[in-house]
């Protein structure tokens, strides 16, 4: 019979205090590559709309005419796939991730 | 003999991740038949392929599954390479080994928490899921993603590893060892922990060939299968030998599993150790023209991507034979003549992953 | 990795599934892809030999369930049953297109183009 095993992690843990961090007041280190989301440098655009056709969720919305940029939070995966294609490379993925929300969460962007 | 009854397991059930539905025909308390029923998150990925080109679709075979996630995206990025004729450079390949060998470490640790739940042991639990966090900081900081990585490629990887986070993962490999001798001691030593795997669950390494076990399951059996030893990616440079079991019980396929996470540790030294410098991505130019069958060994088992294009950039098809598929006949067999209590205990020792079954 | 697929036709197909199994292959997939009809691939495997039996048939012809021979290919059968609408007979656990319970009939087999 083996028992107590588990004793001396059981100690450990308890002089160590808890591993987790206390979310809301206390946001956990982000790495450099964290995919959060992704960032538009609006004057580099060019609206060649190659982010619109290669994104495979579709969550990218390119309007040469208005010269805006558009692009719906929640349908993107954050593969990082657009700005990888981009010719200007003027998309970047930002470490931080978007805040939550209730609805819908579209972001657009626009050239004056 | 005595009465019959139905009593139906599922798809809600506090040991499944995921929905799975059992019909479980008893005996006063002894299982005499399982009639499984799935079909609850069937998704229809495979069919995605003839809307997302053959480089979109590297995403979505990535989101089959969360847990091998990277291994999918590897296995589907295998067979378009090998339709293509694109031979990967070194490094990536060592590249993608160490991620595989890091997932397989995840996933293990992930089931042995869900096994010590299974069985009530919450500490075990909380402390197996603590140090597989160690594991997610490693792919956050190298990939960016802690599930879903998004850096496998058709031609290569996405990013590469620098040689000081290099050093840091070896590092880290270090502590998660120490720190992993110190709770699977629990796992081999524990009475409570031997009380509820030993000799639960038999499976005969006659009835695991026939029934077509894969991974772990057939490894606990004494069948030594392994897709590793095919030498797919930097696996032909390493040195491991598949770890077998041939007691096949619920123990057995625990230690098989605790085994292969320090294996991974030693698989990641090696290739750390051996790395190449130079490219990490083949540029890919044109269309696949061709078909192929790829077999990758997940932490589940052996996966099969079969892809077949026509030269255009949809494909015609990708059939994912996930291990989990394989082993629900293995399961349905173990199931017969075990007691009611131990189901939830069965099915989780195959590892269940239902979101790859049904794609 | 070698490709080895091999075409059969469709009465063949037993007779090879039982000179594979007396020599101790093991059933590792069952495949279909849609096209004209639909294409079968059988795979096969012993310590790593891979194998693979082709079988093209249309909507309409009937092929013989192999799970006799080898238990669990009723997985693979009823999945190919219900997603693609192959015929196929005798499975030893039919679940009468009830596996995966979807409410689209044969939701990957070719449909007609809409003109």
Known sequence: ?112 | MSERTVIPFGPQHPVLPEPIHLDLVLEDETVVEAIPQIGYIHRGLEKLVEKKDFQQYTYVAERICGICSFMHGMGYCMSIESIMDVKIPDRADYLRTIWAELSRMHSHLLWLGLLADAFGFESLFMHSWRLRERVLDIFEETTGGRVIFSVCDIGGVRKDISSETLKKINESMDIIEKELTELTAVFFKDSSVKYRTKGVGVLSKQLAHDLGAVGPMAKASGLPFDMRTQGYAAYKYLKFEPIIDTDGDSYARTTVRIKEIFQSIDLIRQAISLIPEGEIKTKVVGNPNGEYFTRVEQPRGEVIYYAKANGTKFLDRVRVRTPTFANVPALLETLKGCSLADVPILILTIDPCISCTER | MEQNIKVIQTGELLSHAVSLNHEGYRLVAISATAKEGIELTYSFDKEYDFINLRLEIDADTEVDSISPLYSYAFLYENEIKELFGAKIRNITLDFNNQLYRIPIETPFAKKEEKA
């Open chain 1, 1 to 112: 019979m083996a028992i107590l095993n588990m004793s001396k992690t059981l100690f450990k843990s308890l002089f160590h205090g808890p591993y987790t961090t206390l979310y809301p007041l206390k946001e956990k280190d982000k790495y450099e590559r964290t995919r959060g989301k992704i960032e538009i440098d609006m004057p580099q655009c060019i609206y060649c709309g190659m982010c619109q056709r290669r994104c495979p969720t579709g969550a990218i919305q390119v309007d040469k005419a208005s010269v805006s940029w558009g692009i719906d939070r929640l349908k993107c995966i954050q593969c990082g796939y657009c700005s990888e294609v981009c010719p200007k490379k003027c998309l970047s993925m930002d470490n931080h991730y978007t805040t939550p929300s209730y609805g819908e969460s579209k972001d657009k962007f626009t050239n004056a």
